[in-house]
């Protein structure tokens, strides 16, 4: 199926968006835009063959150029948190924009989600393009990124992120796809069921910080190794679940990350990738913001953003998120879905 694309504009915005659709023969539908690479739909079939759209977002794409909780946002610079706003590389302190009280939060408050991206459709995949100049929010060297959206035949989501730069600076790409695999709209996500290949996670402060451990999550509400509901001990979680979990063979290669289930529809969801983490996320801060689906209240969705570490630019013991020049940054992330 070849990719349809459509351009917007509206009345009280001086520029347009283009939305484009991917899909498969079976129906499989993913939408994304060149606003921010935001990825704005993907519409899946339940166990009784209906489809419908399974993350959180708006209809109409101008809406996420105001402030929204990075819903469907390619997140960058640097995903997650880097502590104060400051880090010091080859001997220089850097600081960046602070977003999120006293800390940077996903590449500051004009992050990747809020530029224009160039966009290149193909057959079954979009291409996005952004060169992030130097000393944007604070940012060292000029980053060249792309952003890949792939759908194949066998209902999956390939995103791929790739990077390059003329100095050295920290790079950690990701998505923020808000999921809610009953539909969007349909109530909390509590019963979701999900077991994630994650033996160890990284604990963290009262500003949602790495410590700076790397803990084991036997006996804990963090353990997930085992399929289990997502509201099973989220009580016992401070605030919810908003940590990075340690993927047990991260390489390379695809490693298996997590499986989510919605039990009463039957739509599942794989996620393989190639970063050593992935941030569980339970949408605490949503608080009844309007959306397509309706009003999104706390738990109306979950986010599985695989990444590098938070603050790794902070944490000597966790590994590296430097790029340097010549070095490509290159990171993959498969989300299947099927039915059970």
């Not at 808000?178 to 109530?187: A, E, K």
């Not at 019963?191 to 994650?198: A, E, K, Q, S, V």
């Not at 604990?203 to 700076?212: E, F, I, K, N, Q």
């Not at 949503?286 to 738990?299: A, N, P, Q, T």
């Amino acid at each position: 199926m070849a990719v349809q694309q459509k351009t917007h504009s509206r009345a009280d915005k001086d520029f347009q968006i283009t939305t484009y659709v991917i899909g498969n023969s079976h129906g499989f539908t993913v939408t994304v835009m060149d606003f921010g690479a935001i990825l704005m739909s993907v519409a899946a079939p339940n166990g009784r063959g209906d489809f419908g759209e399974i993350t959180l977002g708006f209809r109409d794409p101008f809406d996420y150029t105001g402030e929204h909780p990075y819903f469907g946002a390619t997140v960058g610079r640097f995903a997650n948190r880097i502590a104060g706003g400051r880090f010091q590389l080859d001997g220089k302190e850097y600081r960046l924009a602070c977003n999120h009280g006293k800390n940077h939060l996903h590449g500051g408050k004009r992050g990747f989600d809020k530029v224009m991206w160039t966009a290149e459709p193909g057959e079954s995949a979009v291409v996005l393009r952004y060169t992030s100049p130097d000393g944007e929010e604070g940012y060292p060297g000029a980053l060249q990124a792309t952003a890949t959206y792939t759908v194949t035949e066998n209902n999956e989501l390939i995103v791929d992120y790739a990077a390059g730069t003329d100095q050295p600076t920290p790079v950690n790409l990701t998505n923020h796809v808000y999921w809610n695999l009953s539909g969007d709209g349909s109530g909390d996500i509590l019963d979701h069921r999900l077991r994630m290949h994650c033996r160890s996670y990284l604990p963290v402060d009262r500003d949602l910080m790495p410590t700076g451990e790397i803990l084991d999550v036997s006996g804990t509400p963090m353990d997930f190794t085992e399929e289990t509901a997502i509201g099973a001990r989220i009580d016992q979680v401070p605030g919810g679940y908003d940590h990075c979990y340690v993927v047990d063979e991260a390489a390379e290669d695809l490693a298996p990350v997590l499986t989510a289930v919605d039990p009463a529809g039957g739509r599942c969801m794989e996620v393989r990738s190639t970063q050593p983490g992935v941030q569980l996320y339970t949408g605490n801060f949503l608080d009844g913001i309007r959306g397509r689906g309706g009003r999104y209240g706390r738990h109306a969705a979950f986010c599985t953003e695989t990444q590098a570490f938070p603050d790794a630019v902070n944490q000597p013991a966790f590994p590296s998120a430097i790029l340097r020049p010549g070095e490509k940054y290159a990171h993959r992330t498969v989300f299947r879905f099927f039915v059970k």
